[in-house]
């Protein structure tokens, strides 16, 4: 289900996907028909680039998984492949240069393809400008996610991948599209759609580095696969004899894509019925994925957790965040989803420090690297990505900076750690679960701070959200904040001047306030000294 773009997927809340995958054949016939050309000059051409354009703005609008290869699909025209593989060039008055008037078997001029190419993306941004517009100039204040599928061998990969499909009918499709025997219209199609599967290659080895997950490209890969294959399946029922009304020549014209084929009716049900067949096995897991995730949190063994909490903690947004202990995947068997107590915002009315998909918030990193110091089988969405060891150190600091009231622990340890903790106290015990109280809980999400406390911090190579991170990370630090240069104004960098708090890079900020902390934390420890040193006879007070 972690491809997206099947039933099940959708009825778990992936129908955006699943639209974006269902209008992807659309786009796939409306750009080939480009290509191919036909009857009509330079009107019809703009229509039919406002089609495909219209189509690859929806999909855009769906999902950005799927609109990506999408993308991809009208450049084939740039390769000067259309000439070559759809026919002969026209030559004036649009007549082809072997004769002829120019239609099915001629392609359209080159000018022609570039005029549909360039309507096509125009149309494509038009439809999608009103949010692809604020999304483009808010993504610096997004969190992208480089999620990388991890395969253990080449066998894994070819599992996960569902190699088994895509590798053998990209050698057919390879093996037809080099075959002059097979037709230019076939060939041309096998061609296309051996682009179309190199545009999800490169977008599955280039996805880390995008800050997207690579494994949600493969869907893409295999519906070009059946694509591809269905129109293998024409070409052979019509050489078979069962061709289109008006004969060999209409067959042609028609196109691979038409849907008005005249199967016998002996094939056609023969069809069906083995479709039939195969549709309950390849759907076996069905009904029990529909009665396990349409019965909700009430059918769940700690459904009454959950009701308690709800009861007991009822509160506002004023009232501190709860945070919990991540179960890792022993949330599904308890709450029916991993992400149960994500939701106790909705049981209890307090905030939680999660709930937000992780691409749209640029604090999404440092709630996962907050959920790793007190959890023992934290999320971890990026591989590559520091996370914290469970570090009861640094709670105070943490749950003081995030008004955080509240934590739920399952774990033996990590309940023992926060019973051992002077600053937390036990306040309920609901089933396996333990509630703490943060006894410093600030009741505020605002604290003022005297004038010379603000750094100002040019940025780093990674910029300011990096910077950002590792201030979040380093919780010693809390007491001395900074505003990224990008966004201090002259008011602020004159105020920072005067208190010496202008850094040239975060590490030079880090290194001297980080041995600030380290001096105020020693202080409390070296104040005896003096007393003690005057009651000793000759001792020189420091």
């Given amino acids: 289900s972690i491809f997206g773009g099947n039933w099940l997927s959708t009825f778990a809340g992936e129908f955006s996907f699943s639209w974006g995958i269902a209008l992807l054949p659309l786009l796939v016939a409306s750009v080939f028909d480009d290509l191919r050309g036909g009857k009509g000059g330079a009107p019809r051409g703009v229509s039919r680039g406002i089609r495909s354009g219209f189509l690859l703005g929806l ?29 002969k060039r026209r030559g004036k008055g649009g007549r082809n240069r072997a004769g002829g008037d120019g239609s099915a078997a001629a392609a359209p001029a080159a000018s022609e393809i570039t005029l549909r190419v360039i309507i096509t993306y125009v149309t494509a941004f038009l439809t999608m400008a009103f949010w692809l517009l604020p999304m483009a100039t808010t993504r610096a204040w997004a969190q992208p996610i480089s999620m990388i599928w991890r395969f253990s061998s080449l066998k894994d990969f070819a599992q996960q991948t569902q190699a088994w499909v895509w590798a053998p009918l990209a050698a057919v499709f390879l093996a037809i599209a080099c075959a002059r025997r097979a037709g ?46 269905a129109v293998i399946a024409e070409r052979l029922l019509a050489r078979l004899g069962m061709r289109e009304p008006g004969g060999k020549g209409a067959a042609r014209g028609r196109g691979l894509l038409g849907l008005d084929t005249a199967l016998p009716s002996a094939a056609g049900f023969l069809l069906a019925a083995v479709l039939c067949a195969a549709v309950p096995f390849m ?64 049981f209890t009315g307090h905030p939680t420090s999660e709930g937000i998909h992780y691409g749209s918030s640029m604090m999404a990193r440092a709630a996962t690297y907050l959920q790793s110091s007190y959890s023992q089988n934290p999320v971890d969405p990026e591989a590559e990505r520091i ?60 604290q003022a701070l005297p004038p010379d406390a603000i750094s100002v911090v040019a940025e780093g190579a990674g910029g300011f959200k990096s910077d950002y991170y590792r201030f979040f990370r380093e919780y010693e630090l809390y007491p001395y904040p900074f505003v990224a240069g990008k966004f201090a104004d002259q008011a602020l960098r004159a105020l920072a001047k005067g208190s010496g708090g202008l850094w040239r890079n975060y590490d030079e900020y880090r290194g001297v306030h980080l041995a600030k902390a380290a001096l105020a934390g020693a202080a409390p420890a070296a104040a005896p000294a003096p007393a003690a040193a005057e009651k000793s006879p000759g001792a020189v007070p420091p």
């Fill in 59 to 87: 999909i855009g609008l769906c999902h950005f998984f799927v609109f990506m290869p999408a993308f991809f699909l009208p450049f084939f025209a740039i390769f000067g492949l259309a000439p070559q593989l759809f026919g």
């Fill in 184 to 229: 230019r219209e076939l060939r041309s199609f096998m061609a296309f759609a051996l682009y179309a599967l190199a545009a999800c290659a490169f977008l599955f080895y280039a996805a880390p580095g995008l800050g997207m997950p690579d494994i949600r490209f493969v869907p893409t890969a295999l519906l070009v696969c059946a694509i591809g294959l």
């Fill in 283 to 346: 759907a076996r897991n069905a009904p029990s994925w529909f009665r396990w995730n349409y019965s909700g949190y009430e059918a769940r063994t700690e459904w009454p957790a959950l009701q308690e909490l709800g009861e007991r903690y009822r509160g506002a947004v004023d009232d501190g965040r709860f945070l919990w202990e991540k179960q890792d995947q022993r949330d599904n068997k308890d709450f029916g989803s991993e992400r149960g107590f994500e939701n106790l915002s909705l």
């Fill in 387 to 446: 996370y914290s060891v469970v570090d009861p150190e640094s709670w105070p600091a943490r749950f003081s900076l995030l008004d955080a009231r509240y934590i739920v622990t399952h774990s033996e340890k990590i309940t023992g750690l926060f019973a051992a903790r002077a600053d937390f106290s036990l306040d309920a015990k609901i089933g396996k679960f333990s509630v703490f109280s943060y006894d410093g809980y600030p009741g505020h999400y605002v």
